[in-house]
């Protein structure tokens, strides 16, 4: 499983998410987070278990998420199996450690999107919580022979740069929307 193969990231977002991206230091952002040569490492070792489990745990996202009004609100307006695929691929990508260009568009395209379909950031982070909840139980629970503490390390170290990146385009989207002397 890897990124969608077939899909064009330099042209799948629009001028917003590419003017963003062109403005972000992604080894900046990466050295922040504390992602390294050994984060790397680590998550190349755990990666083969985490991602059998890729598709049962976007399975419960879904169930878990479609609890919230708000969530069943946006997954009616779209392709829940077409979601579900692009999520397991990004979780996989993002497991795999593949912070290229590629990489950037997709994390700030998927903040827009998530604005644009007016998820509310409490609703995006709490689903960005049940599937790092998910990933830290199997890495606590299947990881045999290595270090579980460094993979789960590892783990929180990518999630939290994927959503900062996807929460920049956010929060930068809401501050266009709101306009010039808007609160």
């Known amino acids: 499983m890897t990124l969608d193969s077939g899909m064009n990231w330099e042209t799948r977002w629009g001028p917003e998410v590419q003017m963003l991206a062109a403005k972000i230091d992604l080894n900046q952002r990466l050295l922040r987070f504390g992602i390294t040569p050994v984060t790397r490492d680590n998550l190349r070792h755990v990666l083969p278990i985490l991602s059998q489990h890729l598709v049962g745990i976007t399975s419960r996202f879904y169930e878990f998420m479609r609890r919230f009004p708000e969530a069943q609100r946006v997954f009616d307006r779209h392709d829940t199996d077409r979601l579900r695929k692009r999520q397991q691929d990004h979780w996989y990508g993002l497991l795999a450690c593949e912070f290229d260009q590629a990489y950037l568009l997709n994390a700030l395209g998927v903040g827009h999107a ?25 890495v606590a629970v299947e990881f045999k022979g290595g270090d579980i503490a460094a993979a789960s390390a590892s783990i929180s170290r990518v999630v939290m740069l994927d959503m900062s990146l996807a929460l920049t385009a956010f929060m930068l989207d809401s501050l266009i929307s709101a306009g010039p002397g808007q609160d």
């Open 114 to 138: 998530h604005y644009h379909a007016k998820v509310p950031p409490s609703l995006y982070m709490a689903g960005y919580n049940f599937v790092v909840t998910d990933l830290l139980r199997l």
